[in-house]
């Protein structure tokens, strides 16, 4: 979900630049920063951004100046200088150095230009303007975003691929499951009890019992179910949040299948299957 798109413009005196940029987000969070005075700017852009994304933290930037002919005459707010004095003169009092007045003029709201764009229809036109080169960077960056989508669908794919490797691995060491648990309980019933009466019979129902505690196959099904539905996701954008959910149901079933494990290899093969569900699951998060 990272990318970015720019778009530039100029009407009259006017002159601006938009930049739309995005980082990973498991919402869609749209932030808006722009100029003083074209506030009316920031719902268009918030409605375009969300019209376009489901997902991701989208921030729209506007830098928009007037050139020198235009802009006026600078002029001096005295409220707020005087406002700044008062609080340097408190400094002063305190030990600090007085202030000089290139230092009070560069502080922010003493200076002021003129707003030449006084007549409402022409400050809607500049609007209207700037608010189409919002709509080209957002254009851009989905354009941006739509890339990096083709780039990580194969690796993506490469993921859920290996995992069904794992899970078909799976299928074939669990058939050892109920061996090895019948020939652990009855070493160790032996050890413990080794002339006990009906210890055949004994062994075999709590190895039956455990084997049955110790059945992975319900696990295994819903595996090999969910990488069925995460390439049908993949297939129909958009999807991230969906995928979200299905990485955790991914991990829940890895995690009960290396708790039922009783066999070295199933073991192994279901903590290999937990890295790449991890590995897989930061790659969703790019997805929209």
Not at 148 to 167: A, C, S
Request: glycine fraction near 8%.
């Amino acid at each position: 979900m990272t990318g970015f798109g720019r778009a530039e413009g100029a009407s009259g005196d006017w002159s601006w630049s938009v930049e739309a940029r995005s980082v990973n987000g498991r919402n869609l969070d749209v932030k808006f920063r722009g100029p003083p005075g074209f506030d009316r700017l920031e719902p268009l852009a918030k409605a375009a951004a969300q019209g376009r994304f489901a997902r991701g933290q989208v921030t729209v930037g506007v830098q928009a100046k007037r050139a020198e002919a235009g802009a006026g005459a600078l002029k001096v707010n005295g409220e707020v200088l005087n406002r700044y004095l008062r609080l340097a003169n408190e400094l002063v009092e305190g030990g600090a150095a007085p202030a000089t007045a290139d230092g009070l003029l560069s502080l922010r709201g003493v200076l002021e230009i003129p707003d030449e764009v006084e007549d409402e229809a022409a400050r809607t036109a500049l609007e209207t303007a700037i608010a189409a080169d919002v709509e080209k960077a957002l254009e851009a960056l989905k354009a941006s975003r739509a890339r990096e989508g083709q780039q990580l669908t194969p690796v993506i794919d490469g993921f859920v691929t290996r995992i069904e490797t794992l899970v078909a691995d799976a299928e074939r060491e669990a058939g050892a499951q109920v061996e090895a648990i019948r020939e652990r309980f009855s070493r160790r019933l032996a050890e413990l009890a080794p002339d006990a009466p009906g210890l055949e019979e004994r062994i075999y129902l709590e190895a039956a019992a455990l084997a049955a505690k110790a059945d992975v196959r319900e696990e295994l099904d819903r595996l090999t179910a969910h990488v069925a539905s995460a390439r049908t996701l993949l297939q129909q954008p958009p999807a991230g949040r969906k995928l979200d959910f299905l990485m955790q149901e991914f991990m829940r079933e890895a995690n009960t299948l290396c708790s039922k494990s009783a066999t070295t290899p199933l073991t192994a093969t279901g903590l290999d299957l937990k890295a790449v569900i991890e590995q897989l699951r930061e790659q969703v998060q790019n997805v929209e």
